[in-house]
């Protein structure tokens, strides 16, 4: 079994910075596929990104592309999204999943775990 637990959001004027993370425990994730999908209220949860096991490949949503760069570190079991040039449209609660399988998938349901999300508040 695998925790995750996301931290680093919190409220940002438009054009601003941050950095989320993501703690794995229980099980080390360093195997898994690792990816960020976002929640924004009365929306259906979307892709963000996603990273191979071992970080060769990456993969973005169209509407982050540029802006957003996932990385990870096997070594502290953790997973990370920088996020810049922040929008107000980037409003949502993020979520971190990890995914037993290879393949950096976009579908939520390809993904076995997930944390409890952190809320991004992007201000215009």
């Known amino acids: 079994q695998v925790q995750l637990v996301e931290s680093g959001g919190g409220l940002v004027q438009a054009g601003g910075s941050l950095r989320l993370s993501c703690a794995a425990s229980?099980?080390?994730?360093?195997?898994?596929?690792m990816a960020w999908f976002r929640q924004a209220p009365g929306q259906e949860r979307e892709f963000v990104a996603a990273?191979?096991?071992?970080?060769?490949?990456?993969r973005y949503a169209d509407s982050v592309k540029g802006r957003f760069t996932v990385s990870r570190d096997n070594a502290k079991n953790a997973v990370y999204l920088q996020m810049n040039s922040l929008k107000s449209e980037d409003t949502a609660v993020y979520y971190c999943?990890?995914?037993?399988?290879?393949?950096?998938?976009?579908?939520?349901?390809?993904?076995?775990?997930w944390g409890q999300g952190t809320q991004v508040t992007v201000s215009s």
């Open positions: 229980g099980r080390t994730v360093s195997s898994h596929t």
């Open positions: 990273i191979s096991w071992r970080g060769e490949y990456t």
């Open positions: 999943a990890a995914r037993v399988t290879p393949a950096t998938e976009s579908s939520p349901q390809r993904y076995n775990y």
